[in-house]
């Protein structure tokens, strides 16, 4: 079964820099090299809203414009795991984050989150 298992979320102070990792399990590395991947967050009675998008290749990157210049995406496919670089964290980056893998044959894969707090 495939999963999609989020971590490194904690509470930090405003300015700090947090990693988060997504570890997939129950992928072929051939056919994780095939999706593309996503991170999202959802904030408390906010929306879920994208972050952050990579191509399958680690082409095509896109972010959101609150994150732009702070976030960064990477992946490595080798290793089946995706990553977010979060740096010059501002409390309103406070959020569960999700990972998502956009699966070309079926239907999306969800993580389960992780908890990002950015609080003095």
């Known amino acids: 079964q495939v999963q999609l298992v989020e971590s490194g979320g904690e509470l930090v102070q405003p300015g700090g820099s947090l990693r988060l990792s997504c570890a997939a399990s129950?992928?072929?590395?051939?056919?994780?090299?095939?999706?593309?991947m996503s991170w999202y967050r959802q904030a408390p009675g906010k929306e879920r809203v994208l972050v952050a998008h990579?191509?399958?290749?680690?082409?095509?990157?896109n972010y959101a414009d609150s994150v732009k210049g702070r976030f960064t995406i990477s992946r490595n496919n080798a290793e089946k795991t995706l990553y977010l670089q979060m740096n010059s964290l501002k409390p309103e980056d406070t959020a569960v984050y999700y990972c998502?893998?956009?699966?070309?044959?079926?239907?999306?894969?969800w993580g389960q989150g992780t908890q990002v707090t950015v609080s003095s």
């Open positions: 129950g992928f072929t590395v051939v056919s994780y090299a095939m999706t593309p």
């Open positions: 990579i191509g399958s290749a680690g082409d095509s990157l």
């Open positions: 998502k893998a956009d699966v070309l044959y079926g239907p999306d894969l």
